[in-house]
T-cell receptor, first 112, second 112 residues
Framework: DAKTTQPPSMDCAEGRAANLPCNHS???????VYWYRQIHSQGPQYIIH???NNETNEMASLIITEDRKSSTLILPHATLRDTAVYYC?????????????FGQGTRLTINP | DVKVTQSSRYLVKRTGEKVFLECVQD?????MFWYRQDPGLGLRLIYF???????EKGDIPEGYSVSREKKERFSLILESASTNQTSMYLC???????????FGPGTRLLVL
């Protein structure tokens, strides 16, 4: 599995866009970039994923660089409820199922 | 709305007890997973299952067993609980051929 590198922590003001970077320089051609988050004492929550094109859904946008060695998760209008640890993951596979390998993530704090 | 439920949010057991952690998903997913999460160690895969009655070892299966008698239910069993099994246990499920995993709320187990 490709290793990912994220800053350990970030702060963002409520209502502003939160931009969370992730480096995955050893990603291989058929590996996807996934983002999950985990609010304190809850299970992880899927946010978004992509292969090479930028993606957007109701929660966030994902921008992947052309060389695929890094990506940025964008929360366009952060709220206090977005305070969580955000994990950038590159898919790992075992036979027919898909193992997720979480790193240390980025602890995002949204400030009022 | 997708839903993964776990039988308990908090559990306290004594060393040597047999412990059952139950997970149920209502999405008709083929794949189910058990992870444990510990501070500084991230998420680690214990066991997974890609079909009824099928199971595969993850990265840290020692001390654990699993059971998948029905598609929607995946049970994690600690045959003889030990203090080093104190942890947050997370169940997840995914549809065959897709990468997105949906997590339950977690069970925080304390073994005394």
């Amino acid at each position: 599995d490709a290793k990912t590198t994220q800053p350990p922590s970030m702060d963002c003001a409520e209502g502003r866009a939160a931009n969370l970077p992730c480096n995955h320089s050893t990603i291989s051609g058929n590996e996807y970039v996934y983002w999950y988050r985990q609010i304190h004492s809850q299970g992880p929550q899927y946010i978004i994923h992509g292969l090479k094109n930028n993606e957007t859904n109701e929660m966030a946008s994902l921008i992947i660089t052309e060389d695929r060695k890094s990506s940025t998760l964008i929360l366009p209008h952060a709220t206090l409820r977005d305070t969580a640890v955000y994990y950038c993951i590159v898919r790992g596979s075992i036979q027919g199922a898909q193992k997720l390998v979480f790193g240390q993530g980025t602890r995002l704090t949204i400030n009022p | 709305d997708v839903k993964v439920t776990q039988s308990s949010r908090y559990l306290v057991k004594r060393t040597g007890e047999k412990v059952f952690l139950e997970c149920v998903q209502d999405m008709d997913h083929e794949n189910m997973f058990w992870y444990r999460q510990d501070p500084g160690l991230g998420l680690r895969l214990i066991y997974f299952s890609y079909d009824v009655k099928m199971k595969e070892k993850g990265d840290i299966p020692e001390g654990y067993s699993v059971s998948r008698e029905k598609k929607e239910r995946f049970s994690l069993i600690l045959e003889s609980a030990s203090t080093n099994q104190t942890s947050m246990y997370l169940c997840a499920s995914s549809r065959q051929g897709t990468e997105t995993q949906y997590f339950g709320p977690g069970t925080r187990l304390l073994v005394l």
